[in-house]
C-alpha cells in the first residue's frame, strides 16, 4: 500500500508560480507511476501531469510548457513545478499513485489534495 500526502498550495498572483510537492510511503516508490490531478469548484476532476518509473512524463494540453513533473526516488517525492499561474489553474492538486501509468482517474492511492488559488 502506498499512501501520498500533497504540500505546497497556496495564493499566488496570476503569472507566479507554485512548486507542490508529494511525499510517498513505501520501499517501492521507483516502481510506480505517479500523477497530478486537479478539481476546481464544479468541475470533473482532470488529468494535469503524470511521470513513470523511467522518467517518461505526460501533460495535459492545458499547462504544457508550463507545468513541469519531476520524482526525485531517494526522497519517495514527486513534484510539480508550475509556472505562469492562471486564474483557471485554480483549483485542489491531488497527487496520485499506480503501478500503471494512465491519464485517466484509474490511480489506486490519492493524497487529501492541497488548494491553489490564482489571483488577478
Known amino acids: 500500500q502506498v499512501q501520498v500526502v500533497e504540500s505546497g498550495g497556496g495564493l499566488v498572483q496570476a503569472g507566479g508560480s507554485l512548486r507542490l510537492s508529494c511525499a510517498a510511503s513505501?520501499?517501492?516508490?521507483?516502481?510506480?507511476?505517479m500523477a497530478w490531478f486537479r478539481q476546481a469548484p464544479g468541475k470533473e476532476r482532470e488529468f494535469v501531469a503524470a511521470i513513470d518509473w523511467g522518467r517518461s512524463t505526460y501533460y495535459a494540453d492545458s499547462v504544457k510548457g508550463r507545468f513541469t513533473i519531476s520524482r526525485d526516488n531517494a526522497k519517495n517525492t514527486v513534484y510539480l513545478q508550475m509556472n505562469s499561474l492562471k486564474l483557471d489553474d485554480t483549483a485542489v492538486y491531488y497527487c496520485?499513485?499506480?503501478?500503471?501509468?494512465?491519464?485517466?482517474?484509474?490511480?489506486?492511492?490519492w493524497g487529501q489534495g492541497t488548494q491553489v488559488t490564482v489571483s488577478s
Open positions: 496520485a499513485a499506480d503501478s500503471r501509468l494512465t491519464t485517466t482517474k484509474d490511480y489506486d492511492y
Open positions: 513505501g520501499r517501492t516508490f521507483s516502481s510506480y507511476a
